[in-house]
């Protein structure tokens, strides 16, 4: 059974840090494309970050570059989201992404960022 299980969402102060987990099970992580999405409430779901299954090549979206970094330990089966000052605007459902390059793609569950005073 293929599982994607996000954790270190919550509530954090504007300028404030959170580092969130995405442990993946049952498919082989380290032949998958990793990615962290999010989707803010009445806006579409967006990239954030992304890192390639081989050489792990990097991939930002504009709104994170120099804020988030996206890093996986193929040995944990974990990818993980660094994410520095935080902003009202980053306050969204994180998504955890996982895609094979063909038709397997698999979303987690989500965790809950919330950037406020």
């Known amino acids: 059974q293929v599982q994607l299980v996000e954790s270190g969402g919550g509530l954090v102060q504007p300028g404030g840090s959170l580092r969130l987990s995405c442990v993946a099970s049952?498919?082989?992580?380290?032949?998958?494309?990793m990615s962290w999405y999010r989707q803010a409430p009445g806006k579409q779901r967006e990239l954030v970050a992304g890192?390639?299954?081989?050489?792990?090549?990097?991939k930002y979206g504009d709104a994170v570059k120099g804020r988030f970094t996206i890093d996986r330990d193929n040995a944990q089966n974990t990818v993980y989201l660094e994410m520095n000052l935080l902003s009202p605007d980053d306050t969204a459902v994180y998504y955890c992404h996982a895609w094979n390059y063909g038709e397997h793609v698999y979303w987690g569950q989500g965790t809950q960022v919330t950037v406020s005073s």
């Open positions: 890192i390639r299954r081989a050489d792990g090549d990097l």
């Open positions: 049952g498919f082989v992580f380290s032949g998958y494309a």
